[in-house]
Structure formats: structure tokens, C-alpha cells
């Protein structure tokens, strides 16, 4: 069975998509850290980052700081945080995180409550940078 994330590209589960090219597909969270917490993916379906063959591995990276360049600019923050964990779903797939501080980065912390009218704006700010 695809996991959740091919679910998402395929269309078959609505996302709030930020951006997308050919290999890649960007979406925010639904249960952020904060506003603006995004999770980029490769559209494989491959359950561990490092076992991207080289070239997908390096598109991600590359796509990934397009996007987070887009997301510190519609999102301010003092920076954009990076992790990868890859536990909760067996896909690759990269947190991009607005910091105000490293406390922002604790996945143990209460995620942020949204409605869908502010996860469509955000979704629509972070898009429109990343277009730019």
C-alpha cells in the first residue's frame, strides 16, 4: 500500500501544497511546530533519505532550500529549521520549520492549532515566494 505522502502527490488526499516540480512536492504540515512548518518530499516512494539514489538526493536538497528561502520571506522568523527524522511515515521526507528560537525545533511540544482559512493563506504566501 502507498504511504500517505504518495497518497498526497497522487492527489488522492488533499495537502496544502507550497510548491512542486517534477521529482519534488512541498505541503505544510497539519499538526505543525509553528506556523508555516512545511514537509518536503521526493515523489518516489522511498522510505529513508539517505537511500535516495545521488541525483534525487541532491534535487531534494536543492528544492528544499528553494522552499525554505520562500518560507523564511512569507513566514518571518529568525531562521528556518531543518530536520530530518523519518520515523512517524515511511517515506523521505525533510521538516522545514520557522525559528524563533532552537525551542521551536521540539517535536515533544503541543503542535499549533490552524484553520484550514490559515493553512490556505499560509500555503498561498509561502507558493506565491517560492514562484518568485
Known sequence: MASIFTRIVNGEIPSYKVAENEHCYAFLDISPLAEGHTLVIPKKEVDYLFDLD????????LFAKKVAKALKKAVPCKRVGVAVLGMEVPHAHIHLVPLQSEMDMDFRKEKCSLTPERFAEIAHKIAQEYQK
Open 54 to 61: 545521488d541525483e534525487l538526493y541532491v534535487e531534494l536538497q
